[in-house]
């Protein structure tokens, strides 16, 4: 009897540890841009007639892709809005080989695990806007014109 118990209550307790053993998301790996993806950003973004320098760094360690777009003058916020979404577009764009990829409402599968730290600056002491992207599919980028460029 008391073998029989046993057995129950150890049945019991494996059906319960394999009912609870896969609960919790599994996090996304990192996949980092390319540095092509990163050349052809920064070559786009210099492109555009308001640009004066542009530029990409990728921080590993704290999941942070910062693109510094320098301007050759002070923009109003509708541009640089347009800027910022930009090259957060572009640099997904160009790392996404299949599937991911940017549109009108969805930023591209690299800032699903990606966040995005974006400035806009005319000189090193004039921050014109900052935006910010948190990693997800429907997070929206918060501007803000605080804070120095160099940050």
């Not at 004066?52 to 942070?64: E, L, M, N, P, Y």
């Amino acid at each position: 009897m008391k073998r029989l118990l046993g057995i129950i209550l150890t049945g019991i307790l494996l059906i319960g540890v394999t009912a609870c053993g896969d609960t919790t998301e599994k996090k996304q790996a990192l996949i980092a841009p390319t540095q092509q993806a990163i050349d052809l950003t920064v070559k786009t973004l210099k492109q555009n007639e308001l640009v004066r320098d542009a530029g990409v760094g990728v921080h590993k360690d704290k999941s942070t892709i910062k693109i510094a777009i320098q301007t050759k003058v002070p923009l109003n916020e509708q541009n640089a809005k347009s800027l910022i979404d930009s090259g957060i577009r572009q640099l997904s764009g160009f790392n996404d080989g299949e599937g991911g990829q940017p549109t009108k409402d969805y930023y591209g599968k690299l800032w699903d695990t990606w966040n995005a730290e974006v400035v806009i600056f005319v000189n090193e002491s004039e921050l014109t806007l900052r935006g910010d992207k948190i990693p997800g599919k429907d997070v929206p980028i918060t501007y803000t014109n605080k804070g120095n460029p160099a940050d």
